[in-house]
């Protein structure tokens, strides 16, 4: 077994995270992650604490560590959803996208261990300064909502040098060789998205999730104009990666000219990340928690192989 802080602190089997997936990582993926020995997630966009609780209730039936993530933006609006989550068995709070300090100090008030999101190392320095307890270093291949600046692994290292907390690794991994990867890197584990939101328990419609399993490695973009298009008000610097979609081929690099004449978006969007292309098809999280266990053996075999 793979023993890291990750794993040490919640009492996990293996050291990943699913991420906190609004619209897709309710209470029923993330009980079923945390069951299968990683730390599962909920996420949650813009709610009442009534509505949270509930999913809340449904990851902890379990009697597992799970966690809770929330959007700073939002939360700025209406912050029911964070006394929700204090009040919640949640054993990691995480709060991204926005001016996030004073929910870290509330929730890190009431006990709870907390991370954020960080795209740039000037978003790591920040987040060390404001005193998060986990860093979570989110490259631009990730799917969802973040910055595109940099990809995982050149920001991995940068953070891992400049971190005095552990740091968690997300964009691009979805398989044991990706886990691998960041764990010799330094990372405490992974926090894996896409890969869950074709799992049997995520929330994502059925079209959605056979559209990822069918996605090739190149068949996301990295866009605002999705959110343009569906009237979601996020902060201009957070893009979504997303699978291609034709309103992103017909208004990305025309985004002033679309705010100025508004067009409705037909088609759904499917929020994805590069590592699409790695998942082949909607299984049970247990087998994606599975699957990345494996990386156990190739952290094994690293020192000594010789066979190409
Ligand atoms: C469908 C989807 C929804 C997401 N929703 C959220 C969210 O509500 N809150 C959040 O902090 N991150 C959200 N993210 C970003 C993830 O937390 C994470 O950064 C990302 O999935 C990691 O990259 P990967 O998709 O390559 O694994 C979302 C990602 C996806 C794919």
């Known amino acids: 077994m793979i023993r890291t802080w990750l794993t040490n602190t919640f009492g996990l089997t293996v050291p990943v995270v699913s991420a906190p997936m609004a619209g ?5 993926l993330a009980a079923a992650v945390s069951a299968a020995g990683g730390l599962g997630m909920v996420g949650f966009a813009a709610g ?14 379990s009697g597992k560590p799970y966690g809770v993530g929330l959007l700073a933006w939002l939360l700025a609006k209406n912050d029911e ?3 929700a989550a204090i009040e919640s068995d949640a054993a990691l709070v995480s709060v991204s996208y926005g ?13 709870k261990l907390v991370a954020t999101q960080v795209g740039t190392l000037d978003d790591a320095r920040a987040a060390l300064a404001i005193g998060v307890d986990v860093i979570v270093v989110r490259g631009g291949e990730g799917g969802g909502h973040g910055r595109n600046e940099v990809a995982t692994l050149p920001l991995l290292q940068a953070v891992l040098d400049a971190a005095d907390v552990p740091v968690l690794a997300a964009g691009g991994i979805a398989t044991g060789r990706g886990l691998a990867a960041v764990l010799a890197a330094g990372a405490a584990g992974a926090w894996v ?10 929330a994502t419609p059925d079209a959605g999730k056979q559209a990822v399993a069918a996605a090739g490695l190149a068949d996301t973009t990295y ?16 893009g979504g990666r997303a699978l291609r979609h034709p309103y992103a081929d017909k208004w990305h690099g025309r985004e002033d000219e679309l705010r100025a004449n508004p067009e409705p978006m037909e088609e759904p969007v499917t929020w994805a990340g590069q590592a699409a292309g790695l998942v082949a098809r909607p299984r049970p999280a247990a087998d994606i928690v599975a699957e990345l266990a494996t990386a156990e053996r190739y952290l094994g075999e690293v020192a000594n192989r010789t066979d190409g």
Do not use: N
Request: proline share 7%; no cysteine; glycine share 14%.
């Open 24 to 28: 897709v990582s309710g209470g029923a």
């Open 48 to 61: 009442t604490g009534e509505q949270l609780r509930a999913e809340l209730d449904i990851a902890g039936a």
């Open 193 to 202: 998205g896409t890969a869950f939101t074709v799992a049997t328990e995520a």
């Open 81 to 83: 959803p964070l006394d």
């Open 99 to 111: 001016p996030y300090a004073p929910y870290v100090e509330r929730a890190q008030a009431a006990g």
């Open 223 to 238: 866009t605002t104009v999705l959110d343009i298009g569906r009237g979601a008000d996020w902060p201009a610097e957070f």
